[in-house]
């Protein structure tokens, strides 16, 4: 300090009549002062950097970080987290549904999740490429993710939006989800979200990507109910693919060569050799071959009798092969046979295929031997029907008999009554309206609205294609009275003992419709038209992974 500084400043002090003890005190309070104002901005910065450490534990910023990008649109970890987890949880609780049967849903290079392996997603899937679990889940996720998006995006612009039924389903799924999490023992649905899909997904992203998931498949399926063909279109379909509108009726059996499972002196499983794989797949021929020897010895009116006769021999008594109702199969759609990869589809199909006809084909280590006795072109007649199903109230299940559950058990009287009452009202409702408004359309809004029929109450309560016998028996007999007519209404029951639901439809003839084998052909072309159109969708939508979703999000 300068002099004069100095001088000034003890002017300044004797002005104010400080002496120099009391200018000491004050130094000191300043200083005091001082030191207590750096504890208290020590203290502010230690709790922010431990709220901050919580908030960064809980995943609060995470799960908003960018983890991929889809058509130029950011979706968090926690949205990608929701995909990865349910593509994966999807595919192996397939794989380990599939494996208690003895059958393996991945083949060579791919490899089965094994869930007790310490790698986890880490293990290979794929043994080409050294592919990961890990990658294919996130390589799966992502097209879910696109899908999902451009759908949703797609519905938005034709103005379609998610439909009361859509939000109403959506809420009672996630109260269910509530209360089985409750009955659980889980202490919060954001405990087992946190368990069942990562970290990261807590029920604010849960519900918008199940939200958004809803509105896409909705659109879809709006989207495909639109589609409508003309006769020409379904004769021109049926006569370039006629294979798979034939209904196709055989009896056939699976013989396997695979060897019998053995052990060792402590349990374990012993892999059989070379030799022994061959030596039971030979057996597997010879067996084959002696059935279609024998039945091809029989006329060819009495080989179906013959083949239920052998088989025995070929199977083993106890196989369900052996049983003449399990080893016929009726009315089996070329179309599904086809869909299915059913290896003896193509000689089933072939056109010069006659009854009688036998023989074995190769499949696995085994061997399938089918008989074929006629195929035809389905040409039953159909109708189209509206209707709005109210259910009546299920009994409450006690919790105290374990080994019954009440709820499927017949309603009450009062409970019949109540869904009777409701659904008159309906028709009632529906009769009221002047001629000109009383249209199928208008009924359709009602059963939107109204029924709990979840396989119809998205469009309009609409079956096409109804064939005689596909309805409950009340169902069936009023749609196929013979008085009929289009524009008809009624109140229909289903009240009988042991039926799987109980209630009341209220009925609108449409009409009649086309041949059975229509329907075929109409959904197949819809599945042609639809596989493009989502196709042309998806195509100006490019995804993508960033390498913080990519560090972020696993299983």
Avoid at 84 to 97: G, H, T
Avoid at 143 to 165: M, P, R, T, V
Wanted: proline share 2%; hydrophobic share 30%; charged share 25%.
């Amino acid at each position: 300090m300068s002099a004069s500084r100095e001088k000034k400043d003890r002017q300044g002090v004797a002005s104010q009549g400080l002496t120099q003890k009391q200018l000491k005190e004050a130094k000191e309070a300043q200083a005091a002062k001082r030191k207590t104002i750096a504890y208290w901005i020590g203290g502010i910065v230690i709790l922010v950097l431990v709220a901050a450490l919580l908030i960064w534990s809980s995943g609060f910023f995470q799960r908003r970080i960018t983890a991929a990008t889809v058509g130029g649109e950011n979706l968090s970890v926690g949205e990608m987290q929701y995909y990865y987890s349910s593509v994966r949880n999807n595919e192996l609780y397939y794989q380990q549904l599939y494996s208690q049967y003895g059958i393996t849903v991945v083949s060579d290079p791919y490899v089965v999740y094994d869930s007790s392996s310490e790698e986890g997603d880490s293990q290979i899937y794929n043994t080409e490429t050294n592919q990961t679990y890990a990658e294919h889940f996130r390589e799966s996720a992502l097209d879910s993710a696109k899908q999902d998006i451009a759908l949703a995006n797609a519905a938005k612009e034709a103005g379609y939006s998610l439909s009361s039924n859509g939000k109403s389903d959506m809420q009672d799924s996630l109260k269910e989800l509530k209360s089985q999490i409750k009955t659980n023992g889980w202490s919060s649905l954001s405990a087992y979200l946190k368990r069942a899909y990562g970290k990261y997904v807590n029920e604010s992203v849960y519900t918008a990507c199940v939200e958004r998931n809803t509105l896409a498949s909705e659109y879809k399926t709006h989207k495909q109910d639109s589609l409508t063909y003309t006769t020409s279109q379904l004769e021109d379909y049926e006569k370039e693919n006629p294979a798979l509108l034939q209904s196709y009726d055989y009896r056939y059996a699976y013989i396997s060569g695979t060897p019998e499972t053995k052990t060792d002196e402590n349990g374990n499983t012993v892999d059989a050799t070379d030799e022994e794989k061959a030596a039971a797949t030979g057996l597997a021929k010879t067996k084959a071959d002696a059935l279609v020897k024998g039945v091809e010895a029989a006329e060819v009116s009495k080989r179906s009798d013959t083949f239920n006769s052998l088989v025995v021999d070929a199977v083993g008594e106890t196989s369900s092969y052996a049983d003449p109702d399990n080893n016929l199969q009726s009315g089996i759609l070329g179309n599904t046979l086809s869909q299915n990869g059913t290896p003896y589809f193509d000689w089933l199909s072939a056109a010069e295929r006659k009854e009688g006809d036998i023989t074995s084909i190769t499949s696995g280590s085994g061997y399938y031997v089918v008989l074929f006795l006629k195929s035809e072109l389905n040409d039953t007649a159909t109708v189209d029907v509206r209707h709005i199903l109210i259910k009546a109230e299920a009994p409450v299940d006690d919790e105290a008999t374990a080994d019954v559950d009440e709820s499927k058990g017949t309603p009450t009287q009062e409970a019949l009554d109540a869904a009777k009452t409701k659904a008159q009202a309906l028709l009632d409702e529906f009769n009221a309206l002047p001629d000109d408004k009383r249209t199928a359309e208008a009924f359709g809004k009602l059963a939107n609205e109204n029924s709990e029929d979840t396989g119809s109450n998205t469009t309009g309560g609409l079956y096409r294609y109804v064939g005689e016998g596909e309805m409950v028996p009340e169902f069936d007999a009023w749609i196929f009275d013979s008085a009929r007519k289009s524009g008809d209404t009624g109140l229909v029951s289903n009240v009988a003992e042991g039926s799987s639901y109980y209630g009341y439809h209220v009925m609108y003839f449409v009409g009649q419709d086309g041949p059975k084998w229509h329907e075929v052909a109409e959904d197949a072309l819809k599945d042609k038209d639809m596989t493009a159109w989502t196709d042309s969708t998806l195509e100006p939508y490019t995804a993508a992974w960033t390498d913080a979703g990519t560090s972020n999000v696993n299983g």
